[in-house]
């Protein structure tokens, strides 16, 4: 069952974000340049946070190897999972503030 209780879903949260922005949502935050801005600001933050939770040689949190797929980024080691779930959830509010913004009638640039 390698990768199937953690990598699986993770994978199907990216998925269905990006479908949801294509199919329903169509704002066009994924061509912009604020939004790549905005993911490459919480990386800076997730990177050494999930680093220092999920490093190898002394890890406070611990996944089980049986549900993850083992690979990891190089910085610290950080599980592959945690970026996709980390990038699913961000874009996903990020998609519902700029649809609920548009909504409104606020001014788009």
């Known amino acids: 069952m390698i990768g199937l209780g953690y990598t699986l879903p993770a994978l199907l949260s990216v998925c269905a974000v990006l479908v ?64 996709l779930h980390g990038y699913a959830l961000i874009t996903a509010v990020l998609l519902l503030w700029e649809h609920l913004r548009r909504r409104e009638g606020e001014v788009v640039p």
Do not use: M, N
Request: glycine share 4%.
């Open 20 to 83: 949801w922005e294509c199919a329903y949502l169509r704002t066009g935050l994924l061509t912009r340049p604020d939004y790549w801005l905005s993911v490459a600001i919480v990386l800076a933050f997730q990177v050494p946070v999930d680093g220092w939770l999920t490093k190898l040689h002394a890890p406070i949190v611990v996944y089980s190897p049986e549900h993850i797929s083992g690979l990891r980024f190089p910085w610290w080691d950080i599980p592959v999972e945690d970026f």
